[in-house]
């Protein structure tokens, strides 16, 4: 029984523990141990479990530098919904395939998996059993499959926890796994009943089961064994894992999140030239320089001495650098931004051909709203920065979705995408369009790409737009996003890409911790749920599936693939990094200062993944253009800017108050470097849009298409670059020892074997036909195999794969090897900084 | 560009496979032969006359009302095959309208408004096609060029209803006169061929002639694949207790463990439970054919309660108290009246435009993805059956020649990769749809004006929509392309070619058709490229893979390709196919000339050895 006073882990994050709790009183009441926990020791049979299932306790989840087991139980764990129960696709169907299945017991038993559900301060695992017998078997084979380093196949986030769900039973259960899978039990009632954040929740009968929801749209379901009531001071071991979930999943305060427990320090491998993190004026000195946005100047916080007085810095609530007109002083500008909420006055963005620009500006605040004299001197003050001194106003609040139309829009969603049992599932099938259009998710997608489309064009006719939202923090960042994604192939890079959100959604503050609930602050007297909810909202989910529809549209047009937008969703709640757990920079500023939290951008993806995962996030079907070499012209403006630097330290000498606040891009480039041809104009209707199955069904098995499926599309792509860099490699060296099977197939050979060690080897190894594994019929040593069984082999052992692939679930039959060579040929061309057409005009 | 594509774009649209009804292969000056001289009428149409197309009629006063662009004036050409609109350029800028309509693919022509109708336009024909397109046009009350072209209309569009002959014989008789000396698409499917191609004859089925001239059963084709153990004499006594004679008959056969597939019509079993020992027995000759299993399992492709209430009407399914060893599936799939209706609510819902705000909903309730799920859901449940658990297959509806004809090309569809190529699935087609009697003159009314029939269903459109959504799924499996699926169903309509006329292979051997028309598959053939996916890996001979698509609403979705393709506004660009030509273009370019270089280095070897051999005698 592990105890909150100390961990139960390793030794040295024991110590660790110790250390946090002298540091930190308000751990210890945090966890406060239990009246069950008061045990001295753990007795090893104090489950009551049977014989063969005593070593549960030896099956403790890896432990992270600083975090502790807070409770632990064993536990049924149910598979999600399988492929069997419901292939037929009718209710009949389903009985007939229940009775042939056996017993019920037999099947809940099959699917079931017992282990042991340990709740830490990091995270909520599951660690079957008997894993570690399988484990060398396994392995190779879940290596084709996303593995993040912080993180098992079984285990999530404290963070991705949205709804626990308890199971409770007021009578004796015929079976506790039954309850699990949401079915009344015959000798008593059960409940199912969601646990608040802060209610006293005073449980009445025994936790069967546990289903939790997860924001990433998992669902994941736990049994508990029935205990023997008769036993004195016997704990209801689902009431444990719940009250340790509902403690310690829904945080009152961040600095109670495990990142600040984490403190493996980082060491960036980010390079100087890739991913903008608009941390500095510089930063967004360069972008103005891109875009030849010579009207417009950056604003730094540490430079106005008005934002350092502490009495009226409290007035403002403005990121640490933005961007407003060079024809309004910094003061008079933050004198304006009063009357709006949030402080939100206009904010550059970006800007394209001469000087259209988009700009993002806030609504006038409740009270000022009565005298608009604010909002139309600012309007006119961006009019000025517009050479045709034109200028369109997009009132984005009363089109758009607010943050609570959103938030319900994304739960009727993933109540859709996470049927408890395979009888929902069918019921959920026979009207599913119905539901997915009363969830109006897809319509809001189709919303947003319309008025994204809508400001892309006006600024391609050369007007400046203006994107007005209440505080110009939510919806606000998806449409600028967009926007710019349509217009300017630089931010269809992986680089690009990640720049733009740091600059729209990170600089410019969207609250990331309030709308991805990573923090629960407590409710004020008398206050109701339904205002709590509010603060939650999945707006960049809604940015993400938004991108996502582009690239289906545009396929050729991305680096990056769907499998990285779904990543960037999991990652939102990785509390280790800090690119999206706060709502503002002073807020992260403070973490660093008051409780030394160790900043990690979520950009530094190697940090969580190795070489072979981040493949998946290039495109194969991308080329690299000129336009898009955002990163070379950001070291040409990094090097003016030092030169700026110089000059403007000389000209703080001489007294010349304007150049002391802002680097002047007058004096440099004033022609954008945008290239203007390729910009995209997406289909948004709804009956252009389709669901993101990647992202929001990998957890459902039943709807996995093996062998089928985008990714063999992508892998098809993969195979034709890495034949491609074969052969152009074998060009290069004039050596042709090294050719893909497909050239042999092509020119009617047969591979020379001049290896003959490698034959052994080769007949010994496995075939998998659908499957199921046989061995090759032996041949003749002296016969040499032709590259069509090889190509075959090869084609089988890739037919297997995941329609969610890297997602999903390796089964017994994927390749890892061919599939590496497959990743490691095709991306040297996706690698390559030059141009693919300029390679092809070499050959 | 409304709704068909202008001539210009003829090209372009084929690429983006939204018509590919018109692919002319003379110019028009051989038209000119036959019928400028007949009618004096100057041939100033811009389309390619087919061969045996003529003109039958002409006005250059119409209006077509178009859905999307509004009333457009010009001018309207009716011949033998096809009625074609092209609208007089009001600016040079803007591209004519185009209507171009094969004769076939109409279901229905109504006269709007009379002499004494006000109203632009209000005094006109409307059309209503088989292909989700409605058409109007407005004609002037003056001239009665409406009851000419009314006329005109009815008589070639429903020639069986007037005592004419359909296109495809005019088409094919005057192309004989010019020479074909290409493709006889008529050859892709040889029964025996097929047959031994599936490893019959073997020790347990045998090949037989029995129904040569169709007198066992009209509606099967005239070879069969039966259980050897079942003699002639035997086959007619089982015939009689199946609906119309439609004994079980080998479909396919799983070359590794030798489970088939089977189909065959319901048992007539009727109220009183009738049986019958010698299907009984048939069956279990079928059984342990396989000798992997020893159970046969029934597929019948109707909801329970539609087999039950069969017995009514003398039908009925296998009662496994009478049939040892046999478990019987109900794969609840509606039959063709229900299909009729989803299908036209589809068209409701798609032509002319679409309401976005209600699309979802609107799909939903014409419930006809949950029918393409019903008939996926069977045929994998067939394909678990065969290719899991090496088990038997016997399929059957009422009649077997709709559900039946569905579950088994699917299944074997995605159990076989062959019929997954160009050729395959055209051998597919033919075996199953056309020689097993699907009735395609019943079902798509084929020259007939009794467009409100009982028996029109859309039964092989679903077929090609099931076998879409694999291809969705399973995107590099398939040989063929979209394009290939929407040139089949084109043609299922046009009346342009032989294949899918009449209702069984008896009636097509009666008419001829073989040498009196020509074969879609000739056609098909003989310009593959286009129809070909590049995204199908061609060095690995195929995938040698059983498919298993998702039968869920989910995984299925609304071919807009197909049912919305009359909406211009609603066809988006394919940019995919063009990334995937351009690395497959490149890797032959790079392979082109490592062989070269290859051959070049072989070269230089030789001349070596030369070279030192002359240095031999040195020493």
Redesign the interface.
């Known amino acids: 029984m592990a105890t909150g006073g100390g961990g139960s882990g390793h030794g040295g994050a024991g110590s660790a523990g110790n250390a946090d709790h002298h540091k930190r009183n308000t751990f210890t009441s945090y966890v406060a141990p239990l009246p069950g926990d008061l045990r001295a020791t753990a007795d090893t049979n104090e489950w009551c479990l049977p014989s063969d299932l005593r070593d549960v306790h030896l099956a403790k989840p890896r432990l992270l530098h600083g975090e502790q087991i807070v409770a632990s139980a064993p536990a049924y764990m149910y598979s999600p919904i399988d492929?069997m129960d419901s292939?037929?696709?009718?209710g009949?169907?389903l009985s007939?395939i229940s009775s042939a299945s056996g017993t019920p017991a037999d099947r809940h038993h099959k699917e079931a998996t017992f282990g042991l559900l340990s709740v830490t301060n990091f995270k909520l695992a599951f660690v079957p059993l008997h894993e570690k017998r399988n484990q060398a078997i396994t392995a190779p084979l879940i290596d084709l499959y996303q593995e993040n380093t912080y993180l098992g196949r079984n285990e999530i986030t404290l963070n991705n926890i949205d709804h626990i769900y308890t199971i409770t039973e007021l009578g004796r259960a015929a079976s506790a796994l039954q309850a699990a899978r949401g079915m009344a039990s015959h000798a008593g009632m059960s409940r199912r009943k969601k646990l608040e954040p802060f209610k006293q929740q005073n449980i009445s009968g025994r936790i069967a089961a546990l289903h939790i929801v997860c924001k990433n749209f998992r669902l994941l379901k736990f049994a508990f064994q029935q205990q023997d009531s008769k036993m004195f001071g016997a704990s209801d071991q689902g009431k444990l894992i719940a009250s340790a979930l509902v403690r310690f999943a829904y945080p009152m305060r961040h600095d109670l999140s495990f990142a600040y427990a984490h403190r493996e320090p980082y060491y960036s491998t980010l390079g100087a030239s890739g991913t903008s993190m608009y941390a500095t004026k510089n930063d967004w000195a360069r972008e103005l320089i891109r875009c030849g946005a010579t009207e417009w100047q950056v604003v730094s916080c540490a430079s106005v001495q008005l934002l350092q007085n502490p009495l009226q810095a409290g007035k403002y609530t403005v990121p640490p650098h933005f961007v407003i007109p060079k024809s309004c002083s910094v003061d008079r500008f933050l004198d304006l931004s009063r009357a709006f909420c949030d402080s939100r006055a206009a904010f550059w963005v970006y800007s394209y051909g001469s000087s259209a620009a988009l700009v993002r500006l806030a609504e006038l605040q409740p009270a000022a709203q009565q005298d608009t004299k604010s909002e139309n001197v600012m309007l006119e003050l961006v009019r000025k920065c517009d050479a045709g001194r034109q200028l369109k106003l997009l009132q984005l609040t009363d089109r758009l979705p607010s943050i609570q139309d959103v938030l319900r829009a994304y739960q009727k969603l993933r109540r859709l995408c996470t049927p408890e049992t395979p009888e929902k599932f069918m019921l959920q099938?026979?009207?599913?369009?119905?539901l997915?259009?009363k969830t109006n998710w897809?319509?809001y997608v189709?919303l947003c790409l319309r008025y994204a489309s809508e400001a892309s064009a006006t600024l391609r006719s050369g007007v400046t737009c203006v994107l007005q939202e209440s505080n110009g923090r939510d919806l606000c960042c998806v449409i600028s996003s967009l926007a710019q994604l349509l217009l300017d192939p630089h931010f269809r890079t992986i680089d690009g890409f990640q720049s733009l959100v740091q600059k729209e959604w990170v600089a410019l503050e969207h609250p990331f911790q309030r709308r991805l609930g990573h923090v629960y602050p407590a409710q004020p007297a008398g206050g109701n749920a339904e205002l709590f909810d509010s603060e939650q909202s999945p707006v960049f989910l809604l940015f993400l599936d938004c991108v996502w529809q582009l690239l289906q549209?545009?396929?050729?047009?991305f680096e990056f693939t769907q499998t990285y937008l779904t990543t960037l969703w999991d990652s939102c709640f990785m509390p280790i990094f800090d690119t999206f757990q706060f709502d503002t920079q002073a807020q992260r500023l403070k973490a660093v200062t008051d409780s030394q939290l160790v900043l990690r951008p979520v950009w530094d993806w190697g940090e969580q993944f190795s070489d072979k995962d981040k493949m998946f996030f290039s495109n194969p079907?991308y080329?690299r253009q000129r336009g898009d070499l955002g990163a070379q012209a950001a070291a040409v403006a990094h090097r003016r800017s030092l030169a700026v630097g110089s000059k403007g330290a000389h000209g703080a000498a001489s007294g010349v108050t304007p150049s002391r606040n802002t680097i002047n891009p007058q004096l440099f480039a004033t022609a954008s470097s945008v290239p203007q041809d390729r910009y995209l104009q997406p289909?948004h209707?709804?009956?252009?849009l389709?669901?993101w199955?990647q992202c929001y069904?990998r957890w459902l098995p039943?709807?996995?298409?093996?062998?089928?499926?985008?990714p063999?599309?992508d892998l098809?792509?993969r195979?034709?670059?890495s034949?491609?860099a074969k052969?152009?490699r074998?060009?290069d060296y004039?050596n042709?020892d090294d050719?893909p099977?497909?050239?042999y197939?092509?020119?009617g050979e047969s591979r020379p074997n001049q290896h003959k060690d490698e034959k052994p080897d080769k007949e010994d190894e496995a075939e998998f036909v659908?499957g199921v594994e046989r061995r090759r019929k032996p041949t003749a040593k002296a016969a040499t195999p032709t590259s069509?069984l090889t190509?075959?082999t090869?084609?089988?052992q890739l037919?297997t794969l995941s329609?969610f692939f890297p997602f999903g679930n390796p089964i017994a039959g994927d390749a890892p090897l061919q599939l590496y060579d497959i990743l490691s040929s095709s991306s040297e061309l996706l690698m390559e900084t030059s141009s693919f057409l300029d390679k092809?005009s070499i050959? | 560009m409304d709704p068909s594509a202008s001539l210009a774009d003829k090209l372009a649209s084929k690429t983006a496979s939204s018509n590919s009804l018109d692919s002319s292969s003379k110019s028009s000056s051989l038209g000119s032969k036959h019928g400028g001289g007949e009618n004096g009428i100057l041939r100033d149409t811009p389309f390619g006359y087919l061969e045996g197309e003529e003109d039958q009629d002409q006005k250059n006063d119409v209006t077509y009302v178009c859905p999307y662009r509004g009333p457009v004036f010009g001018a309207l050409t009716i011949t033998n095959y096809r009625l074609y609109f092209r609208s007089l350029p009001l600016r040079d800028q803007e591209p004519p309208v185009v209507v171009d309509v094969p004769l076939g693919v109409i279901a229905r022509v109504e006269k709007i408004g009379g002499a004494t109708s006000r109203g632009e336009n209000s005094y006109g024909i409307e059309i209503f096609c088989k292909d989700m397109r409605n058409l109007r046009f407005a004609h002037k009350q003056q001239n009665h060029s409406r009851r000419t072209v009314f006329e005109k209309l009815q008589a070639n569009a429903f020639p069986l209803s007037y005592s004419g002959r359909l296109f495809a014989f005019a088409h094919a008789a005057a192309n004989s006169v010019n020479g074909n000396g290409g493709w006889d698409g008529w050859a892709v499917y040889e029964p025996l061929a097929e047959l031994r191609r599936l490893g019959v004859p073997n020790d347990m089925w045998r090949a037989t002639k029995l129904n040569e001239s169709y007198a066992i059963c009209d509606s099967y084709p005239a070879v069969w694949a039966v259980p050897k153990a079942a003699s002639d004499d035997f086959l007619r006594r089982v015939a009689q207790f199946r609906s119309r004679c439609r004994l079980p008959v080998l479909s396919w056969m799983n070359p590794r463990t030798q489970a088939t597939i089977t189909r065959c019509s319901q048992p007539l079993v009727g109220v009183s439970g009738k049986r019958n020992s010698d299907d009984e027995a048939y069956l279990s000759f079928i059984m342990e054919a396989n000798a992997q299993s020893d159970k046969l399992t029934i597929m019948d492709a109707r909801p329970s309660a539609n087999a039950i209430a069969n017995k009514a009407k003398g039908g009925g399914y296998e009662s496994e108290d009478a049939y040892k060893n046999v478990e019987i599936n109900f794969l609840d799939i509606h039959n063709i009246h229900v299909m009729r209706e989803s299908l036209r609510k589809v068209k409701e819902a798609c032509f002319p435009t679409t309401d976005d705000s209600k699309w979802q909903t609107a799909i939903d309730n014409t419930l006809w993805l949950k029918h393409i799920r019903c008939i996926l859901a069977g045929a994998v449940r067939i394909v678990d059956k065969v290719e899991t658990m090496s088990t038997s297959v016997v399929v059957h509806c009422s009649d077997g020649w709709d559900r039946t004809a569905q579950l088994t090309a699917l299944s074997m569809l995605l159990l076989d990769p062959h019929y997954r190529t160009v050729r395959g699935f055209e051998v597919l087609i033919e075996k199953e749809w056309l020689s097993f009697g699907h009735k395609f003159q019943q079902r798509i009314g084929h020259g007939d004006n009794k467009h409100s029939d009982a028996d029109r269903s859309p039964v092989f459109l679903q077929f090609i929509d099931s076998v879409w959504q694999v291809s969705q799924q399973f995107n590099n499996a398939f040989e063929f392309n979209e394009h290939f699926l929407i040139t089949i169903v084109d043609h299922l309509y046009s009346c342009r070619f032989g294949t899918f006329l009449c209702n069984t292979e008896a009636e097509r051997v009666a008419e001829d058709l073989k040498h009196k028309t020509t074969s879609l598959w000739t056609h098909i053939n003989s310009s593959l490229d286009q129809y070909l996916n590049p995204l199908f890996p061609s060095f690995t001979h195929g995938a040698e893979l059983v498919l298993r698509p998702i039968a869920s609403v989910r995984s299925v979705r609304l071919w807009k390709g197909l049912y919305c393709r009359w909406n211009p506004g609603l066809c988006a660009p394919q940019h995919g196919c063009q990334r995937t030509r351009e690395l497959l273009s490149k890797q032959d370019q790079l392979f082109k000339l490592v062989n070269e270089l290859r051959l070049k280095s072989n070269n230089r070897s030789n001349s070596m050895q030369t070279t030192t051999r002359l240095a031999s005698p040195m020493h």
Do not use: M, W
């Not at chain 1, 209707?685 to 252009?688: C, E, L, Q, T, V």
């Open positions: 492929p292939s037929g696709g009718s009949s169907t007939a099938d026979d009207k599913y369009l119905g997915l259009e897809l319509f189709s549209q545009f396929p050729d047009e079907l080329q289909a209707r709804i009956f252009d389709q669901v199955d069904y039943i709807l996995d298409i093996r062998g089928g499926g985008q063999q599309v098809y792509h195979l034709l670059l034949n491609i052969v152009q074998c060009l004039q042709f050719l099977d497909a050239y197939e092509f020119a659908d069509g190509s075959v090869g084609n089988l037919s329609s092809s050959v």
